[in-house]
């Protein structure tokens, strides 16, 4: 922004050409200021997505919400926000699209002729719990339905909200139907505000991580994106704390900036660390092929490069130390019959 003001509570602090769009307007800084966020309610026909990506590992996932408040400029989900006309920038976190329909949209999912049961991804492109949660509450209504019908569900979240739905969650847990695995990329407080503004705060997303455990819930970590420059000196302090506060695993992603989130980033990172930007950008480059992004299968989540092994090896040391012995639990199938448990219906 002008004058070095930035706006409080956002990642993206401009927005940026559309793709897809042959003309594009861009309102003053100031204007900027004064938008609030706006909630549109869509009608998609299915809430269920069936993941075909080869380096990944669910088969299914679904999202509540297109567009995402939580303000992390490095998401990998801006870019979708291009289909629906909008910029992956500002508007990405300011116009949410809801999809309040999608409980029915399950339930019908569940009832398909020859469903074959296998767990569901809740989230996936952008973040189940995030703040329009706590009006909206389609995920607790999807959780109900899963309840319900006896299906498995694994959550990702950036957001301690998780934890308003124990009431769902326990039963869940009690027949293995249900994780959550939490995002927790810094323990840094000061990092953490400037690279996910809106999300719970780490000692929030630890004190979580204790909650759900005491409650029998699995929970797994993803210490994701690492940023060479920015967080990549934490990983074996991240693993640690999540190790003592009961996670059984974790996973990790090294930063890639695709297509529209690389001039959302870039944009950021000089505007809260500009004493180390093009440091840290061209950290990613050589863990890119000389890019900041990288879409081919596998290599997308490996990279390559000193950096990048260095990054491998260090989780490897704190999987040993921190996580040996330690498994996590597949979720069951086995109860799913495709009706619905009319007892459940208390939840209601």
């Given at each position: 922004?002008?004058?070095?003001?930035?706006?409080?509570?956002?990642?993206?602090?401009?927005?940026?050409?559309?793709?897809?769009?042959?003309?594009?307007?861009?309102?003053?800084?100031?204007?900027?200021?004064?938008?609030?966020?706006?909630?549109?309610?869509?009608?998609?026909?299915?809430?269920?997505?069936?993941?075909?990506?080869?380096?990944?590992?669910?088969?299914?996932?679904?999202?509540?919400?297109?567009?995402?408040?939580?303000?992390?400029?490095?998401?990998?989900?801006?870019?979708t926000h291009e289909y629906w006309g909008?910029?992956?920038?500002?508007?990405?976190?300011?116009?949410?699209?809801?999809?309040?329909?999608?409980?029915?949209?399950?339930?019908?999912?569940?009832?398909?002729?020859?469903?074959?049961?296998?767990?569901?991804?809740?989230?996936?492109?952008?973040?189940?719990?995030?703040?329009?949660?706590?009006?909206?509450?389609?995920?607790r209504k999807l959780l109900q339905v899963?309840?319900?019908?006896?299906?498995?569900?694994?959550?990702?979240?950036?957001?301690?909200?998780?934890?308003?739905?124990?009431?769902?969650?326990?039963?869940?847990?009690?027949?293995?139907?249900?994780?959550?695995?939490?995002?927790?990329?810094?323990?840094?407080?000061?990092?953490?505000?400037?690279?996910?503004?809106?999300?719970?705060?780490?000692?929030?997303?630890?004190?979580?991580?204790?909650?759900?455990?005491?409650?029998?819930?699995?929970?797994?970590?993803?210490?994701?994106?690492?940023?060479?420059?920015?967080?990549?000196?934490?990983?074996?302090?991240?693993?640690?704390?999540?190790?003592?506060?009961?996670?059984?695993?974790?996973?990790?992603?090294?930063?890639?900036?695709?297509?529209?989130?690389?001039?959302?980033?870039?944009?950021?990172?000089?505007?809260?660390?500009?004493?180390?930007?093009?440091?840290?950008?061209?950290?990613?480059?050589?863990?890119?092929?000389?890019?900041?992004?990288?879409?081919?299968?596998?290599?997308?989540?490996?990279?390559?490069?000193?950096?990048?092994?260095?990054?491998?090896?260090?989780?490897?040391?704190?999987?040993?130390?921190?996580?040996?012995?330690?498994?996590?639990?597949?979720?069951?199938?086995?109860?799913?019959?495709?009706?619905?448990?009319?007892?459940?219906?208390?939840?209601?």
């Amino acid at each position: 922004m002008q004058n070095g003001n930035f706006i409080k509570g956002q990642g993206a602090q401009r927005n940026v050409i559309n793709r897809f769009e042959r003309y594009t307007y861009e309102p003053e800084d100031e204007d900027f200021e004064t938008v609030k966020t706006s909630f549109t309610e869509v009608f998609p026909k299915t809430i269920v997505n069936q993941v075909k990506s080869e380096d990944l590992p669910m088969e299914y996932s679904m999202n509540p919400y297109q567009g995402c408040e939580h303000g992390c400029s490095y998401c990998f989900a801006r870019p979708t926000h291009e289909y629906w006309g909008y910029s992956a920038g500002i508007d990405f976190e300011r116009k949410i699209m809801v999809k309040k329909n999608a409980p029915e949209l399950l339930e019908k999912f569940f009832q398909k002729r020859g469903y074959k049961p296998a767990s569901i991804l809740l989230s996936g492109n952008t973040d189940c719990y995030q703040p329009a949660e706590r009006q909206f509450e389609i995920t607790r209504k999807l959780l109900q339905v899963c309840l319900e019908y006896r299906h498995p569900v694994n959550i990702l979240t950036k957001n301690a909200l998780v934890l308003r739905d124990l009431d769902i969650l326990k039963p869940m847990a009690e027949q293995n139907l249900v994780s959550v695995s939490l995002s927790i990329p810094t323990i840094n407080e000061d990092l953490r505000r400037k690279m996910e503004p809106r999300t719970s705060s780490a000692p929030n997303k630890l004190k979580a991580v204790e909650i759900l455990t005491e409650h029998k819930i699995p929970v797994h970590v993803m210490v994701a994106p690492i940023i060479p420059g920015l967080n990549s000196d934490e990983p074996l302090t991240i693993l640690k704390a999540i190790s003592e506060a009961g996670a059984l695993s974790f996973g990790y992603t090294l930063v890639r900036l695709n297509d529209t989130v690389e001039p959302v980033f870039v944009n950021w990172i000089e505007m809260h660390f500009p004493d180390r930007a093009q440091k840290v950008l061209n950290l990613i480059r050589s863990m890119r092929g000389g890019k900041l992004g990288d879409k081919r299968y596998f290599e997308r989540q490996r990279g390559e490069g000193n950096i990048a092994e260095m990054i491998h090896n260090t989780f490897k040391i704190g999987r040993k130390k921190y996580f040996e012995g330690k498994e996590f639990p597949k979720l069951s199938t086995a109860n799913f019959t495709g009706t619905k448990d009319q007892q459940l219906r208390l939840f209601d």
